[in-house]
């Protein structure tokens, strides 16, 4: 398989198929390098060598009714996390100065829970409301499930964005959750989509799950126009029902960013959890399929920090990408 050459023909408008992608995940470790600039080629059309600088704030940590078996803030996980309520607008405010003081352009609100309750929802609409006012940058909240009328109100706020990931396919997913299902899922992303919100979503890769698995997912993302795709990789929580899971080599890893770049090609394809964990020293390697990536660490687990994420960007020939503010 020549790989570029795939790129160029999705380029030219034929889009890849389902056994091509998951040759991807089956192609050897001799032709990961022609398969990440396959994957590069697509990256470069649509994105150049820009890199989009996320920062998450874990706004409500643990304590959560949701069973997800990855998730060390889930029911049953006994794993030594923080926990600590809703935090204040106050706080909330200072973590979205913070993340434009590290150049990201999402600064990303996110609590442990089914979803928002009314006085939850409050305090992130008026935080919103005010970094609006004061911070340059644009706003992403993951809050669980949303009902409409919950996804209007976001939206009217000035949230620019709504994550809600699927985490693995629709087959395997009864694998992962018990308490809420596949469905509930797509469900918050109709409604966070028909408010006006732009779509985030993504998945957890190494959970068990097969390469039709990852390809499933990838394609499910593709149908629901999806324009940001964080990628994820287990790194295994003590005290989850996941904690023995092995964790996927590096370039088991970056065989997945780049099939998720290949299926969707024009999408914003971000390096997330679990990045420093498995990839290891082939992190640079992953801005070859991906054009954005977490800084400052995850939920509940700490990254490499931004110093060293700025130097691996820049010194692997790409630039950080600055918010656009006309």
């Known amino acids: 398989m020549n790989w570029t050459s795939l790129a160029n023909e999705i380029l030219d408008g034929s889009p890849i198929t389902r056994s091509t992608a998951l040759a991807v995940l089956e192609s050897s470790d001799d032709d990961l390098l022609d398969v990440l600039q396959g ?3 697509l990256r470069c059309h649509y994105w150049g060598r820009g890199v989009r600088v996320h920062v998450l704030r874990n706004a409500k ?3 959560c009714s949701e069973n997800c078996s990855f998730c060390s803030q889930a029911a049953g996980a006994y794993s030594g996390i923080d926990h600590y309520m809703m935090q204040s607008v106050d706080q909330l405010v200072d973590g979205a100065r913070e993340a434009h003081k590290r150049n990201a352009v999402k600064y990303c609100i996110v609590t442990a829970t089914r979803g928002p309750s009314d006085k939850q ?22 809050l669980g ?3 409409g009328n919950q996804a209007a109100r976001l939206a009217e706020a000035g949230v620019d964005r709504y994550n809600h990931n699927l985490e693995t396919s629709e087959r395997y997913y009864p694998e992962i959750c018990q308490t809420h299902t596949y469905r509930d899922r797509l469900d918050t992303l109709r409604h966070s989509k028909n408010a006006g919100m732009e779509m985030c979503c993504g998945g957890i890769m190494g ?6 698995d990852r390809v499933d997912l990838a394609f499910t993302l593709r149908d629901l126009e999806t324009a940001s795709i964080p990628v994820n990789f287990l790194d295994p929580r003590p005290g989850t029902p996941l904690a023995k899971s ?10 997945c ?11 914003e394809i971000r390096i997330a959890g679990g990045r420093e964990s498995c990839l290891r020293h082939l992190q640079p390697l992953a801005l070859y ?8 660490g995850y939920l509940t687990t700490s990254g490499q920090g931004y110093n060293r994420d700025e130097a691996m960007i820049r010194e692997a020939g790409f630039v950080i990408e600055e918010l656009a503010t006309t």
């Open 39 to 41: 994957a590069y080629t």
């Open 61 to 63: 940590s643990g304590i």
């Open 121 to 142: 929802l409050d305090i992130i609409c008026e935080a919103v409301q005010k970094i609006k006012r004061e911070v340059p940058i644009d706003i992403c909240t993951s």
């Open 145 to 147: 499930l949303l009902n």
């Open 207 to 212: 959970m068990g799950e097969t390469n039709e």
């Open 246 to 255: 092995p964790v996927l080599s590096p370039s088991e890893g970056l065989r």
């Open 257 to 267: 960013l780049a099939m998720f770049r290949f299926v969707n090609p024009a999408a």
């Open 289 to 296: 399929p991906a054009n954005s990536l977490f800084t400052e």
